[in-house]
């Protein structure tokens, strides 16, 4: 049951195909050219309930849109009289529509086909337009005016990942309003994957996702590694200005200067200290701290292009993304691989002091308690990292959680949860859930 929503959009191909055998003037045409009208949204919706909602799903029915308008144009563009302005604004939408994939090819090394509502909009007005264009050009004038909207919206979603303001507030309500019914749909707003036993689960897992602060998990096992070569111990201090560091921020370390009998500006800090508080708290000075002193981002991602994880970036320090919240896409992963990562530790936690130390800083992380561990059994452990992107006006904002369930019959599974513009913690808690229930 799960291959039927793919069998109909392969069902949608073969129609298309025959399209080209069929005289337009005749009822067949029209027959089959309603039947893969059907088909397109037939596809999607049983995806959806069947929860088997896929990447290679999603490639297959934008492929199968394209076959369907390409055996088209041959047949109608001939026997339609379309004004030359009509033909330039197509001209105009194509070249967008190219400029969006170059930038896809850059960004992340293959093609995107983002199924925002502005392009499924356009493919049913047009389906609809084009048995009217034989009396007027009206229909697909405003068709050409969406379509213009949803290349450029289209545009913006591959190069940020981020939806525009102008429908954040409408995603909200959706958001809100299918909260407790539903919360894992066919939405590019939020990633998750869970795997147990090799076997993997997900729903846009293979998205690129802005990791907020759970980039201070690979920022952590690079330390690690910076430690052992360097021969570094835990224990090694380094001195710390209060003057140095973000005042406006989270930063639970800066109470640690409160009390002091001495200088209350300067205090020396462990780098057992450092991660736990960036670990375990979150604390994004520490995290900072761990960049001035260990490396840079461009180090803490060359060690992931080392492990042979090639979609994990990490680009800006917290200060950087505190100037610019938009900077925050810089630091990404998808969920599988972020999932795949924590596999990594999973199966290194005990190599040396350091990969332990991480492993139990993360078993005591404060942060996010209503997230993931919200949805895992009373008796099950979790070894986890949060991240949280600046509210909106609207009053949402992304929410990460990602981590190592521990059960207890001694198995473990690995989960992570993205989204963007959360309107609460507990839509992670009820993704979670869902997950856990698809591999019981």
Not at 215 to 239: C, E, H, N, W
Request: glycine residues 6%; aromatic residues 10%.
């Amino acid at each position: 049951m799960t291959q039927l929503p793919n069998i109909i959009t392969l069902l949608r191909i073969a129609g298309s195909s025959g399209l080209l055998l069929c005289d337009v003037t005749g009822v067949v045409f029209w027959i089959i050219y309603g039947l893969c009208g059907i088909s397109d949204i037939a596809d999607g919706w049983l995806a959806r309930k069947l929860e088997c909602v896929s990447k290679t799903g999603a490639l297959l029915d934008s492929l199968a849109d394209i076959c369907f308008v390409a055996c088209l144009c041959p047949l109608l563009l001939p026997i339609l009289e379309l004004p030359q302005w009509l033909w330039l604004w197509a001209g105009v939408i194509v070249a967008i529509k190219i400029v969006n994939q170059i930038s896809a090819l850059v960004m992340y090394g293959c093609f995107q086909f983002p199924h925002t509502t502005a392009n499924k909009a356009t493919g049913f007005l047009l389906f609809i337009a084009v048995p009217m264009t034989f009396c007027t050009v009206v229909p697909i004038a405003i068709v050409a005016a969406i379509s213009t909207f949803a290349a450029i919206h289209e545009g913006h979603f591959i190069r940020t990942n981020n939806m525009r303001k102008i429908v954040t507030l409408v995603y909200a309500l959706v958001v809100t309003s299918c909260w407790a019914q539903k919360p894992i749909s066919d939405s590019t707003n939020y990633g998750a994957c869970i795997m147990r036993d090799g076997s993997v689960s997900g729903i846009n897992e293979d998205e690129r996702f802005a990791m907020h602060s759970v980039m201070k998990f690979p920022q952590a096992l690079y330390v690690a590694d910076y430690l052992s070569r360097k021969g570094l111990a835990l224990d090694d201090t380094i001195v710390v200005d209060k003057a140095d560091l973000m005042q406006d921020t989270w930063s639970p370390m800066l109470k640690r200067f409160e009390g002091e009998l001495a200088r209350q500006d300067v205090k020396s800090f462990s780098y057992a200290e450092l991660l736990e508080l960036s670990l375990g708290q979150s604390d994004n000075n520490a995290c900072e701290l761990l960049f001035k002193y260990c490396g840079k981002p461009k180090a803490v991602e060359k060690y992931m292009r080392k492990l042979g994880f090639r979609d994990i970036h990490v680009r800006m320090t917290e200060k950087q993304m505190h100037k610019s919240a938009a900077k925050a896409i810089e630091n990404s992963s998808t969920p599988a691989e972020m999932v795949r990562l924590f596999e990594w530790f999973y199966h290194h936690k005990d190599d040396n002091q350091y990969l332990t130390f991480i492993w139990k800083a993360m078993a005591d992380c404060s942060t996010g308690l209503k997230r993931i561990p919200a949805a895992v059994p009373a008796d099950a452990r979790i070894v986890h990292k949060t991240g949280t992107g600046f509210p909106s006006p609207e009053g949402v904002q992304d929410m990460n959680d990602a981590g190592i369930i521990l059960m207890p019959d001694g198995n473990h599974v690995l989960i992570a949860v993205f989204t963007t513009h959360s309107p609460s913690e507990a839509v992670i808690a009820n993704i979670a859930r869902q997950l856990l229930e698809r591999i019981r």
